[in-house]
T-cell receptor, first 110, second 113 residues
Framework: GEDVEQSLFLSVREGDSSVINCTYT??????LYWYKQEPGAGLQLLTY?????DMKQDQRLTVLLNKKDKHLSLRIADTQTGDSAIYFC??????????FGKGTRLSVIA | DAGVIQSPRHEVTEMGQEVTLRCKPI?????LFWYRQTMMRGLELLIY????????DSGMPEDRFSAKMPNASFSTLKIQPSEPRDSAVYFC???????????FGPGTRLTVT
């Protein structure tokens, strides 16, 4: 079945850029998503990209999609302590529910 | 809108007891999802409904788990009998924009002793 892989941990210094990577296997993906989970809370949709795009920018967030390599990344510019959370990559093929990765725990060091 | 509402937020119960988790989706959303999150297995989709009808329950781990959606504004996830390995955070999510753009509730932390 569909598989979504992410590295489990990332640590960055406050003010630096963070890059969280994700790979997926489903070649029929239509949308790819990034969700954020803060401690004690549910997941919150951050941003998403349509599969015919290769980049999407939203304020400090940049999503890059390499469809050939099935690789998705989320770049957070000027990372702040409030960005510390778990980030989930999600893959959707239209009529099937999201398949999530296991999440990347981002720690921001002040 | 208040967002997705889940109750209780915390539940501690003894092995063998019945547990019922509740969810009220966002008004107007027609898809509802139940997830389970643990450190070992990450986030697992248990079941999802579309227009109150269960579409895919292949993620439900055992017959001890059951879910219902009697109307568009309420769903339950029941575990009977509960076991210690059911301890996890259970999330409910709803969506009106297909199956990808989901809004999550705050979760119910279940501890089975």
């Amino acid at each position: 079945g569909e598989d979504v892989e992410q590295s489990l941990f990332l640590s960055v210094r406050e003010g630096d850029s963070s890059v969280i990577n994700c790979t997926y296997t489903d070649s029929s993906s239509t949308y790819l998503y990034w969700y954020k989970q803060e401690p004690g809370a549910g997941l919150q949709l951050l941003t998403y990209i349509f599969s015919n795009m290769d980049m999407k920018q939203d304020q400090r967030l940049t999503v890059l999609l390499n469809k050939k390599d099935k690789h998705l990344s989320l770049r957070i510019a000027d990372t702040q302590t409030g960005d510390s959370a778990i980030y989930f990559c999600g893959d959707n093929s239209g009529n099937t529910p999201l398949v999530f990765g296991k999440g990347t725990r981002l720690s921001v060091i002040a | 809108d208040a967002g997705v509402i889940q109750s209780p937020r915390h539940e501690v119960t003894e092995m063998g007891q019945e547990v019922t988790l509740r969810c009220k989706p966002i008004s107007g959303h027609n898809s509802l999802f139940w997830y389970r999150q643990t450190m070992m297995r990450g986030l697992e989709l248990l079941i999802y409904f579309n227009n109150n009808v269960p579409i895919d329950d292949s993620g439900m781990p055992e017959d001890r788990f059951s879910a219902k959606m009697p109307n568009a504004s309420f769903s339950t996830l029941k575990i009977q009998p509960s076991e210690p390995r059911d301890s996890a955070v259970y999330f409910c999510a709803s969506s009106s924009q297909g199956l990808g753009e989901q809004y999550f509730g705050p979760g119910t932390r279940l501890t089975v002793t």
